[in-house]
């Protein structure tokens, strides 16, 4: 068995009689999730993903927003910001 660079072994595994294998050696855990690529060999690459709501998607895909959110997070850790007081009055139909 041939060693990729940047991989070390971490077992042998058999696949059971619903062709499931159990990858617990490799430190998976229950609910994690991967993509999964195979070459031409029949080699099988997982590739670890995390799943993200719908709704911040925007934050991943756009740069300026994602800088500036970081710089806000960034304040507020500092203590650099100022309160403007409770939005609990105002609606989505309020704002323009």
């Known amino acids: 068995m041939r060693q990729h660079e940047g991989f070390a072994p971490a077992g042998e595994v058999v696949a059971d009689e619903r062709a499931r294998i159990a990858f617990g050696k490799a430190g998976v855990r229950r609910d994690d999730r991967y993509a999964v690529a195979i070459n031409d060999e029949g080699e099988i690459l997982l590739t670890p993903l995390v799943s993200i709501p719908r709704r911040e998607l925007f934050i991943w895909e756009n740069e300026l927003a994602r800088e500036e959110l970081g710089e806000g997070l960034r304040q507020s850790a500092a203590d650099e910001t100022t309160s403007l007081g409770s939005f ?9």
């Open 88 to 96: 609990s009055d105002t609606t989505a139909d309020e704002v323009e």
